[in-house]
């Protein structure tokens, strides 16, 4: 088998590969890492590569295996993080230059669960500057596999590219508008965003405290539930008959869709009727506000992680992750408590539609990747391209991004699957059944067969 082709496995696949001999952790890394070498010029999705850490991790991987200590299917399995994660002894930038020699003193929860699992990180991935919506010049783009000539999306473009170009095999994310989602639906991968809560942000670098999730951006929505057991702590598998089931369709249309994306949902969704679902079209009572309140809870959020370092390194930010980071002192306290309102009344909104259907289906992202990252603050297209992802960070419902076709110039769409709070497992169980019911969809980006 090609290198390439073991890089692109399924988890439980190379578990099973693993566990029969016929490949060990240490063989695996390795590759991983050549990979890495190789592809990352031209992605630029890690800012840091942990070679050495990799090697010790995947040589005790391996020992623990062949003398029966079994940690799970994530023992031996190269895996990334978003480069907000704190990892002890391990630089942690945010993709910015004022912690670009930050070196933490000890692991988030995510990095000790992953470590305690058995998983090999083989690096840290490249973000925009403190996940707030612009690329420091720094760092720069992470590149799509698909088309290196466009962006992987933010603010979790790095871990979205690695997994979709088989840089490793799962990676963690963070989501405060579609963080996660976005980048997955750009790279064609699957991005799931877990009820808000249900991960730890110990040790992860906020953005905005009630708006920031945790999750896992994996080739597979099985391969995501694996990583999402191990980084939850709390198992989160389900059985699923499609027969049957009622799913609401929401934001299919708007002036900003391109036609390519609704083809490629419409296809999704048809598919999903042949396999016995029944879909109903949904209208949630102003859900057109929900772009500025997104806007209206997160910029003064933000404004105040960042104060000190705004009077003290006011020169250090990009200039557009500055730009709103002043934003944020402008927003009025009465507007932002009117959007905190409005989030209980939208929560409620939601709550109330998911009583009549088992789940919420919508394009992630009303188009595919563009050539750069639209400034979450400084335009419409910021806006829009959240708009179908920011309304369940307001809410903190789960929501799962996966493949579900590709639109203009072979670039992939993504389909959104949303579901009741801690109904987590559904969402991927509904993700996988589709992803089973439409093989096509998991095309191998060009870069990747190089």
């Not at 991987?61 to 993080?81: F, V």
């Not at 720069?140 to 871990?159: I, L, M, V, W």
């Not at 809410?395 to 801690?422: D, E, K, Y």
Request: proline content about 6%.
């Amino acid at each position: 088998m090609s290198d390439i082709g073991l890089l692109l496995k399924s988890i439980p696949e190379i578990a099973a590969m693993y566990r029969a001999k016929q490949l060990s952790p240490l063989e695996l890394t390795r590759l991983t890492l050549t990979r890495i070498e190789q592809l990352n010029p031209s992605l630029n999705a890690f800012i840091t590569v942990t070679s050495e850490k990799a090697l010790a991790q995947a040589t005790r991987a391996e020992q623990q295996l062949a003398s029966g200590i079994d940690r799970g299917l994530l023992h031996g399995i190269p895996i990334a993080l978003k480069d907000l994660v704190d990892t002890a002894g391990i630089r942690t930038t945010c993709g910015s230059s004022i912690l670009r020699d930050h070196v933490p003193g000890q692991d988030a929860v995510i990095t000790k669960r992953l470590e305690a699992a058995g998983a090999v990180l083989v690096g840290k991935t490249n973000l925009l500057e403190f996940a707030y919506g612009i690329v420091h010049p720094d760092y720069g783009q992470t590149n799509n596999p698909f088309d290196p000539t466009r962006t992987a999306g933010g603010s979790s473009g790095g871990s979205a590219a690695a997994v979709a170009a088989g840089l490793c095999f799962a990676a963690v994310g963070t989501d405060t508008g579609g963080s996660i989602r976005i980048p997955a639906s750009y790279c064609g991968v699957a991005g799931f965003k877990p009820t808000y809560g249900l991960t730890s942000l110990e040790g992860v670098f906020p953005l905005s405290w009630s708006l920031d999730h945790a999750g896992p951006i994996a080739r597979s929505s099985e391969d995501a539930r694996l990583m999402l057991e191990v980084i939850s702590d709390k198992k989160c598998s389900t059985k699923l008959e499609l027969k049957g089931m009622r799913f609401g369709i929401l934001q299919r249309e708007g002036e900003e869709m391109q036609p390519e994306v609704t083809a490629a949902f419409d296809a999704a969704c048809a598919v999903l009727e042949r396999a016995g679902a029944e879909l109903v079209t949904l209208k949630i009572p102003n859900l057109e506000l929900a772009d500025a309140a997104l806007l209206n809870v997160l910029l003064p959020e933000a404004s105040v992680i960042h104060a000190d370092w705004l009077a003290s390194r006011f020169e250090d930010y990009a200039p557009f992750t500055r730009m709103q980071i002043e934003l944020g002192f402008a927003v009025p306290a009465v507007t932002h408590v009117r959007a905190q309102q409005y989030r209980r009344h939208l929560t409620r909104q939601f709550l109330e539609v998911l009583n009549d259907v088992k789940a919420i289906l919508s394009p992630t992202v009303a188009f595919v990747a563009p050539f750069e990252d639209p400034v979450f603050a400084a335009d419409d297209a910021g806006a829009t391209e959240a708009r179908r992802t920011g309304p369940y960070n307001l809410t903190g419902l789960p929501a799962l991004s996966v493949n579900c076709g590709f639109g203009a110039h072979g670039l992939p769409v993504g389909i959104q699957i949303v579901t009741r709070p801690f109904e987590d497992a559904l969402a991927l169980a509904i993700g996988s059944a589709l992803e089973d019911l439409m093989p096509e969809a998991r095309a191998v980006p060009k870069l990747a067969r190089a």
